[in-house]
């Protein structure tokens, strides 16, 4: 099995930026692509962005393109989400997520293991 724990969650002001964090435990030989989902409240879980193993194919979704940048250390087994140009629309619960597929989805089932999530507020 593998865990992931994110942190780096929190209370923002428009225009600011946070940087999330998700570490994972346990089985990390088995995790190929990484990425983050968000849920707001009443919506359902949606795609922001993934990121393969070596870094080398990365996607995002188009409401954060050009503010947010994800990247990974594999020697940490860390994947971060670096937030810019916070908007309030961006508020959520932000779930990191693995999948043993070394393919780029965008879909909550392609995804194997999930995170507990962390709080993301951005006031207007």
């Known amino acids: 099995q593998v865990q992931l724990v994110e942190s780096g969650g929190g209370l923002v002001q428009a225009g600011g930026s946070l940087r999330l964090s998700c570490a994972a435990s346990g089985r990390t030989f088995s995790i190929r692509v990484m990425g983050w989902f968000r849920q707001a409240p009443g919506k359902g879980r949606d795609f922001v962005a993934a990121i393969t193993y070596s870094g080398s194919s990365t996607a995002y979704h188009d409401s954060v393109k050009g503010r947010f940048t994800i990247s990974r250390d594999n020697a940490k087994n860390t994947v971060y989400l670096q937030m810019n140009s916070l908007k309030p629309e961006d508020t959520a619960v932000y779930y990191c997520?693995?999948?043993?597929?070394?393919?780029?989805?965008?879909?909550?089932?392609?995804?194997?293991?999930w995170g507990q999530g962390t709080q993301v507020t951005v006031s207007s």
């Open positions: 997520a693995a999948s043993k597929n070394n393919v780029v989805r965008t879909t909550t089932p392609a995804y194997d293991y």
